[in-house]
């Protein structure tokens, strides 16, 4: 318990860090001073019927930054798979948990169906929405022509969303998805990687390529592609990423 005391003295004093409260304090204020110049400058030259008022006011602090920021992985990995996918034009998808954009989009292309562990807190007419368990689909065995779940199985049994704990969740998590996939049937799959398989908990997990592949041994890879920090490409390297795969299921 010594280890866990000292780790939660730490986080606490780099969460308290002066230097971080004040660069923050600095940031806000520097952002309420252009969003007043702003109010000022505008009702300037708006007529006085459309001048703004305070009692609308909305302020929107922070997002004139001189780029649009982007959180890499889902930009990167769900775009490689809405392109796998529709390349492959299937007959009906199945999503196991991904990202509700992700989903959301690919359901006006193809009928697409949803597995999750949660229901969406909105309908759309477009996502057949079933609510389940990765580790026990409601699919038959051999029954699934295509199948996307994207960053999930790293997460299983670590009990961040609420499941049940389990060490060996990422590797049941997998055998499930394999087993409702059917001959020649696709299955597009990210996760995160590293240099020696490693529990971030209870964040995920991560693991060697060589480990995902043995994983999803029966399996042809179809293409893999890689995400470090803002970098989207083919080539593996060292160091924690996420990996991108596309399998396919070997005929019998």
Known sequence: ML?????????????????????????DIAGWRRFWNSYSQYNKLAA???????DYFYPCIGDDTVETTIEPTYFYQDAWAFEQIVAVK???????????????????VF???????????????????????????????????????????EHIGLGRYGDPLDPSGTEKAVAELKRVIKPDGHLYISLPL???NKI??????????????????????????????DEFGD????GFGT????FKRSAY
């Open 200 to 229: 971030y908990f209870n964040a995920h997990r991560a693991f060697k390529e060589e480990y995902i592949l043995k994983l999803f041994s029966g399996f042809e890879l179809i293409e893999a592609r890689y995400i470090y920090g």
């Open 90 to 108: 299937p007959t009906y998808h199945i999503d196991v948990g991904s990202q509700n954009k992700f989903v959301a989009l690919l359901s006006k």
């Open 48 to 54: 006085i019927e459309n001048r703004a008022k305070i």
């Open 235 to 238: 080539r593996l390297k060292s």
């Open 111 to 153: 009928p697409l169906t949803m597995v999750d562990i949660r229901p969406l807190s909105l309908p759309l007419d477009t996502i057949k929405f079933v609510e389940g368990s990765i580790l026990d689909l409601p699919f038959a065995d051999s029954s699934v022509e295509s199948l996307s779940s994207l960053c999930v199985v």
């Open 243 to 246: 990996g991108c795969y596309h």
């Open 3 to 27: 280890k866990e005391f000292l780790w939660i003295l730490r986080q606490t004093k780099s969460d308290l860090s002066p230097f971080k409260t004040i660069s923050k304090w600095k940031k």
């Open 194 to 196: 590293d240099d020696s």
